[in-house]
């Protein structure tokens, strides 16, 4: 079935550095992967997304690339900042979006 | 823009009781998508519908419903509740199906808590 798995579920990094998340997704039919990140007390907000027929995204200090032979697409922030700390979400879109359980991204000061 | 608003923000229930949860979208966005978010779960798919028709359904018991009416407002009920219910209920819309193009636009969310 469809199934989006994402890895570390929590993640605590010093100020100032990368940050790196990982998704993997179970049925290749999926073509768009986006990312959603969840403040305290808010719902999701879209971040980035990025599409099969593309292999990495980037908008300022966020980048997504996603490898369709491995079923696998990433997350990547750097240069880190304190409001950076949240909740993160990859999902995939088959005929529904389905989110993987999230990241809880620390920024350490 | 106003954007997507979730009624009532916390409630606490007990067991065997029943709840409706609203959602308004935002204005022109006729797909409204709702999850179930939950510590160790993460965000769970439980419906969407589109011009008041339901188009998918997540892997939940048949308590859990919903509908939409067609001001693109919609509901959701969950009957006969559990403990396991207590959860943070998520509502989304977007322009569009979520099969097709376009971001989803969360509201705050409904807490329930059941005891």
């Known amino acids: 079935g469809e199934n989006v798995e994402q890895h570390p579920s929590t993640l605590s990094v010093q100020e100032g550095d990368s940050a790196v998340i990982k998704c993997t997704y179970s049925d290749s039919a999926s073509n768009y992967f986006p990312w959603y990140k969840q403040e305290l007390g808010k719902g999701p907000q879209l971040i980035i997304d990025?599409?099969?027929?593309?292999g990495e995204k980037k908008d300022q200090r966020i980048a997504v690339t996603l490898n369709k032979t491995a079923k696998h697409f990433s997350l990547h922030i750097t240069e880190t900042q304190p409001e950076d700390s949240a909740v993160y979400f990859c999902?995939?879109?088959?005929?529904?979006?389905?989110f993987g359980k999230g990241t809880r991204l620390h920024i350490l000061p | 823009k106003a954007g997507v608003t979730q009624t009532p923000r916390y409630l606490i229930k007990t067991r065997g009781q029943q709840v409706t949860l609203s959602c308004s979208p935002i204005s022109g966005h006729r797909s409204v998508s709702w999850y179930q978010q939950t510590p160790g779960q993460g965000l769970q798919f439980l419906f969407e519908?589109?011009?008041?028709?339901?188009?998918n359904k997540g892997n939940f018991p048949g308590r859990f419903s919903g509908r939409q009416f067609s001001n693109s407002r919609s509901e959701m009920n969950v009957s006969t509740l559990e403990l396991g219910d207590s959860a943070l209920y998520l509502c989304?819309?977007?322009?569009?199906?979520?099969?097709?193009?376009?971001?989803?636009?969360f509201g705050e969310g409904s807490r329930l808590t059941v005891l």
């Open positions: 519908y589109f011009s008041e028709t339901q188009r």
């Open positions: 989304a819309s977007s322009l569009t199906v979520t099969s097709g193009t376009g971001e989803l636009f």
């Open positions: 999902a995939a879109r088959w005929d529904k979006i389905i």
């Open positions: 990025i599409r099969s027929n593309v």
